[in-house]
Structures are given as C-alpha cells and as structure tokens.
C-alpha cells in the first residue's frame, strides 16, 4: 500500500534523459502524475534537439530543460540531471527514459520505500512477474540472468535481478554524496550505480514492473557485455572484497576468503604438478599424494562456500539516507563541485555549501 501522506511530505523531482527521443518525450512527459514537483529533461547534446521540442512544446510548468554541451551517455546525462534536481530542492529523483517504454504512473511505487524510509535506491525488476516474461526473447532472458548474478558478485547486492533497468529512484541525500566524478557514464552505468551504492552501504529494493518491448532498440551492445562489463565487473569485485573485508572491517568472513582461496589454488596447482609428473614418468600417482591435493581443493571450496554464504546474507539493511535525517541534500554535497561537473547550456552546476 503506497502512504500518499508521507510521500506528499516530499520534494519528487524526475529526470529524463533525452538522445534522440523526440517522438516520445511529450507523451512521457504528459503521462506523469502529480506527485511530482519538477521535471528535469536532460537534452543529451541530442542531434534531434529532443530538449528543445520538450521546451516549446510542452506546457506542464514543471519542466526544466537541460542541455548538455557533447553527449556525455545515459549515466552523464542521469548525473547532470541529479544536480539540477538537488538544485531545485528535489529529496527524492526519479529516473525515466524518454522513450515511453516505462509507464510514469508507476512513480509512487519507486518513492514509497524511499519516503518510508526503508530504501535510499529502488529499480524496476522485470524479472518478478513470470507472465510479463513470456514476451521476452530467450537470448535476451538468458543474457540479463546472467548479467545479474555477475552483478550480484561484483556489487555485493544478491538480493537484486535485473541489473541494467534504468527506472530508478533514489535520496537526494544519497544522491549528493555518490562519487560522481567515478561513475561509469555509459552502458555501464546501472551497474556501477550499484558497485557506488554498496561502497556507501546504501539499502537496495527491487519493484515489479512488466517488461515492455514495442518498438525498442536496445543500446546495450553484444560485444560491450561479452568483452568489456566482465573485466569491469572483475575489477569492481575486487575492490569491493578489499574494502568490504580488509578495509573496513576484518571478521570470520575475511579469514575464511583468505583461507579458502589459498587451499583450492595450492591444491589445485599442487596436484596438476603431481599428474603432470607422474604422467611423465608412465606411473600411476601415490594415493597419499592424491589425496593430499584433493584435501586441499575440498577445503578450500568449503572455506569459499562459507564466505559466500556469509556475503549473501550480508546485505545492507539499515538506509544510509538514516544516518542524514535531517540534513538537507545540498549540504551533504561532497562531489558536486563545478570541478567535477558535467558542462550544461541552461544552468551551472552547483557548489556544495
């Protein structure tokens, strides 16, 4: 049940990225509800001038054009777009695509966990309703599995499917203190939001929505998942065990890694130049030395299984959002400096104070 009381206590401000959208931005527009204050259209240097057509053409009182001076990708545009929002005085931002492939009366669910105060981040998750899958191509269906339990690996957040949908919503405490200068500003900008969010210990929530295909073209290329998102997951994964497990604490969970990971690698390695020895000479490997290695491996995936378990149930529980009741987004601003900015037409980006 969505409490409108306590949702109308808030500032909700929406942002829509825009990049060759003009066909569809004046229905999005149109199709959102009351329940939000501002609309924030980031015209993503769009060869369409998608910002310009909203601006003329649009009457709702609410819309506030930005325009971005060169394409800066999906993430660069959502990041610009937050500032304007905390600008304005936004503590909630919701973010749609101009495309009308996500349906605005929605907004209520994505804020209600958020204003509850039980989440600083919601995001759409196809994946709830196994009807509204039926549409859905296979490759796609197994590519997004996929995706997410990678993604669940790297960021830290088991609990989430569906990694790349793009309807967010967030705190605009939380929102003024992300790392904005690191943020991957393209294709992999849903994930890394997620990587970001985990380094703040912020609270997680996934909201059912159906999948809407249409007349969509998918920008999230084949090879840009295949080759590119594993190495950037991989690199992320690391530093999220390091500080996760070395850095900002050191518990029964840090030793079973360290433990796990040494005991497989050695007995794997221990018993590969045992075979490879033995082969050579023609003879058969003592059973004690087989048994030595495969110890070593067991071990170790036991001590790895452990930690998984732990990790899985290790999700942040508590909203970071908490810790800044009463803090104005603005002044919770740390990266929102005109050094980091992203450069807009229409408005300069704003100082923490």
């Known amino acids: 049940m969505v409490n409108f009381t306590q949702q109308s206590r808030h500032t909700v401000a929406v942002v829509i ?13 149109k199709k959102i509800g009351p329940e939000v204050s501002h609309i924030v259209v980031v015209d993503d240097a769009c060869p369409d001038e998608s910002g310009l057509w909203a601006e003329t ?15 800066s990708g ?10 304007k929002a905390i600008e304005l005085g936004a503590t909630v931002i919701v973010k749609i695509d101009g495309d009308d492939q996500m349906d605005p009366s929605l907004i209520p669910q994505f804020i209600e966990p958020i204003t509850s105060g039980e989440a600083d981040y919601t995001k759409g998750n196809r ?23 990678i993604t669940k690996l790297s960021t830290g957040y088991w609990k989430i499917m569906d990694p790349t949908n793009g309807y967010t919503a967030i705190d605009a405490r939380v929102a003024a203190i992300l790392p904005y200068s690191k943020i991957a500003p393209r294709y992999f900008f849903e994930s890394d939001m997620l990587f970001r969010l985990n380094t703040l210990q912020a609270v997680v ?3 059912p929505i159906d999948a809407h295909y249409a007349d969509e073209t998918s920008n999230l290329r084949i090879k840009k998942v295949l080759f590119e998102f594993p190495l950037k997951h991989a690199i992320r994964f690391a530093k999220r065990i390091f500080y996760t497990y070395f850095l900002r604490d050191f518990n029964a969970a840090s030793v079973e890694l360290v433990l796990g990971t040494l005991l497989a690698a050695s007995g794997t390695i221990f018993g590969l130049m045992k075979w490879a020895h033995y082969s050579a000479l023609g003879v058969a490997a003592p059973s004690g030395t087989v048994l030595l290695a495969t110890i070593q491996v067991i071990l170790g995936v036991q001590f790895i299984l452990s930690w998984i378990t732990y990790d899985v149930n ?6 970071v959002s908490s810790r800044l009741r009463g803090t104005k987004a603005r002044m919770a601003t740390r990266y929102l400096t005109p050094a980091n900015s992203t450069d807009v037409d229409s408005a300069p980006p704003i100082a923490a104070n």
């Open 314 to 319: 290790c999700n942040p529980e508590v909203p």
């Open 127 to 149: 994946f709830f309703d196994l009807e509204s899958l039926k549409g859905m191509p296979a490759a796609r269906l197994i590519g997004n599995a996929g995706l997410s339990f």
């Open 57 to 71: 053409r649009s009457h709702d009182a609410r819309v506030c054009v930005l325009r971005l001076k060169k394409n």
């Open 205 to 207: 929530r996934d909201i």
């Open 74 to 83: 999906v993430g660069g545009a959502v990041l610009a777009g937050y500032r």
């Open 17 to 29: 990225p825009c990049y060759r959208v003009k066909a569809q931005v004046l229905s999005v527009i």
